[in-house]
């Protein structure tokens, strides 16, 4: 039985309602101080009930909504589907600053159907900022659409990365941008990569990289860059392809020539 594709802006409308609805669980235990931390690959690697609770919600409203779908989250969740789609959610992106009170930390879900991400969402829980995009219809934050910057040279571009939770990648993360740091404007490194993204599509940052993010991390981000004229690679780092980076048009090429240096040196 051919079945119809699935309408991207159906799935983003969904994405954001499940977004809202995960962001207002967050604010609340948030303000309520409840919030138990542990840690998982290790000591620096945090995950909070909070975490779990927020992917148990969306992967619970999934099922209802969209019984079909295939599911896999951060915090464990994982189910196949047969309809052809599914679901990749990071229930909290930026979990450090979260358990800090450091306000720089979203929910980040992305419906890929077939092998192609139609419909991504960044909720910026602190400041309210909801990034989104759907497949061939542009990105937005908060219903504005949104650009990249034409920057094209390095020494003026304002990067953003982020750093592992193992020693060994750490060093060779620290290794690569003693490479990078000199040859830009400067670094930022906000500590969630959802976030980092969504920074890139909308001009606060030139560009952004980073060794050994996960899908969920970066699924809903790099549509959102894209739809907002954006470029996207992948580059071999500690794995092949673990690299993101993602930029305006221009400056990818010039990035990508420098971080094949620097990734290994
Ligand atoms: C985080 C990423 C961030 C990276 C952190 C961590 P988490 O995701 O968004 O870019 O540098 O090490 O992986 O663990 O907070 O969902």
Redesign the pocket.
């Known amino acids: 039985m051919v079945t119809e594709p699935p309408d991207p802006h159906a799935l983003l409308s969904l994405a954001v309602a499940l977004a809202e609805e995960a962001g207002a669980v967050i604010a609340t235990r948030l303000s309520g101080g409840r919030v138990r931390v542990d840690t998982k690959s290790s000591v620096v690697?945090l995950v909070t009930d909070v975490d779990r609770a927020v992917e148990a919600l969306i992967v619970e409203r999934l099922r209802a909504e969209r019984p079909a779908d295939g599911v896999v989250g951060?915090e464990g969740a994982e189910r196949d589907g047969e309809s052809g789609v599914r679901w990749l959610i990071?229930p909290?992106?930026?979990?450090?600053n979260f358990v800090y009170g450091v306000p720089a930390f979203a929910v980040s879900i992305c419906a890929v159907a077939g092998d192609e991400p139609a419909a991504g969402v960044v909720l910026d829980v602190p400041r309210g900022e909801r990034f989104a995009a759907a497949r061939g219809g542009g990105a937005t934050r908060n219903g504005e659409r949104i650009g990249v910057t034409s920057k094209a040279e390095l020494p003026t571009a304002l990067l953003g990365t982020?750093?592992?939770?193992d020693a060994a990648h750490r060093a060779r993360q620290a290794r690569a941008l003693q490479r990078v740091l000199p040859a830009v404007r400067d670094i930022r490194r906000g500590?969630?990569?959802?976030l980092?993204l969504c920074w890139v599509a909308c001009g606060r940052l030139d560009a952004y990289y980073?060794d050994g993010?996960?899908p969920w991390?970066t699924a809903a981000g790099e549509l959102i860059v894209r739809e907002a004229g954006g470029r996207v690679a992948r580059m071999d780092g500690a794995r092949p392809g673990s690299v993101v980076v993602a930029s305006g048009p221009a400056l990818l090429d010039p990035l990508t020539r420098l971080l094949a240096e620097a990734l290994h040196a």
Do not use: C, L, P, R
Not at 92 to 96: A, E, L, N, V
Not at 162 to 165: D, S, V
Not at 191 to 194: M, Q, R, T, V
């Open positions: 690697d951060e990071d909290i992106d930026g979990t450090t982020g750093f592992g939770y500590g969630s990569a959802a980092d980073e993010v996960q991390d």
